[in-house]
């Protein structure tokens, strides 16, 4: 099934990094009109130069995911712009942690929770609301497979990608019948500056994430960016709850 998005409005958080660019733009090859959003603007703005460039209509908005008047802002500006709110990817994310549990410090541990969970919670409160008062929705929000199992040197990042996927099932079922579908994605080790910072905090990680996945490289933004769209679109009208998986088998081991 070819999946489109014409006449579709779409936002994007995080929209400025790999697996969020590469989902902005391939939500606007399918058509859709898109409105991209991060907290570092000359990231975003490159991101909406890129989307126009491609023809597809595109507005940039400028929000922390941490606060609330800027979340609900950004929803309302995005209404204001579209018209509506078809589709929300709610990926922005921190991960910071790259040391064992006992070593990581309180404020590390706000920070990773206050993007990670507190964000997606705070984007779909105000999305839910847009989305009840014109009749439905779709909602994907960027977990991890340290949302599945644990990660070492990661534990508060894997508690808040646990904490998404908790977000997202029970948004599924409370609105499932308001014509709202809440799915996850899990990405594995995926291409993006993130793995650059992991990669430099300890070297090691570049020679063992690779093997880690039993189709035997690491993911590419495009590859999650295609399950994003799936899950947002109509080709995947019975499916809510979920916590897709884009890992290369790393979480079947
Ligand atoms: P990235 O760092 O390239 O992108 C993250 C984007 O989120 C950045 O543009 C950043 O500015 C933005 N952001 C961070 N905090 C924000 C905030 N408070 N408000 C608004 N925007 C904020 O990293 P990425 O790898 O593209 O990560 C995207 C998502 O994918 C994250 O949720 C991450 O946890 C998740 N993820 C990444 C991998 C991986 O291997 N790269 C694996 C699993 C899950």
């Known amino acids: 099934m070819d999946i489109r998005f014409d006449n579709k409005v779409v936002l994007v958080t995080g929209g400025g990094g ?48 941490m606060q609330a008047a800027q979340v609900q802002a950004m929803v309302t500006q995005v209404v204001a712009h579209f018209g509506r ?38 984007c779909m409160k105000y999305q839910i609301a847009q989305m009840l008062a014109q ?32 977000l997202t099932k029970s948004a599924a079922v409370e609105y499932g019948r308001k014509g ?12 993006t500056v993130m793995l650059e910072r992991a990669v430099q905090a300890d070297p090691k990680v570049a020679a063992t994430v690779a093997g880690a996945h039993p189709i035997g490289r690491i993911g590419e933004p495009d590859e999650v960016a295609a399950a994003v769209l799936w899950l947002s679109s109509d080709a995947s009208s019975f499916v809510t709850g979920l916590a897709h998986t884009v890992d290369g088998g790393l979480t079947s081991v």
């Open 180 to 191: 709202i579908r809440v799915n996850a994605v899990c990405p594995g080790v995926i291409r």
């Open 18 to 65: 790999g697996i969020g660019r590469a989902s902005a733009l391939a939500f606007a090859r399918a058509g859709a009109k898109v409105a991209v959003t991060d907290r570092d603007v000359a990231a975003g703005e490159e991101t909406t130069a890129q989307v126009k460039a491609l023809g597809a209509e595109a507005l940039f908005i400028a929000a922390d995911v």
């Open 135 to 166: 009749g439905g929705g779709a909602i994907v929000n960027t977990a991890s497979v340290a949302g599945l199992v644990g990660a070492p040197k990661m534990s508060t990042y894997s508690a808040s990608k646990h904490a998404v996927i908790g």
């Open 85 to 122: 709110l078809d589709c929300a990817f709610n990926n922005a994310g921190i991960e910071e942690e790259h040391m064992r549990l006992a070593d990581c410090e309180e404020a590390t541990f706000d920070r990773i929770m206050g993007v990670n969970v507190k964000g997606v919670w705070l």
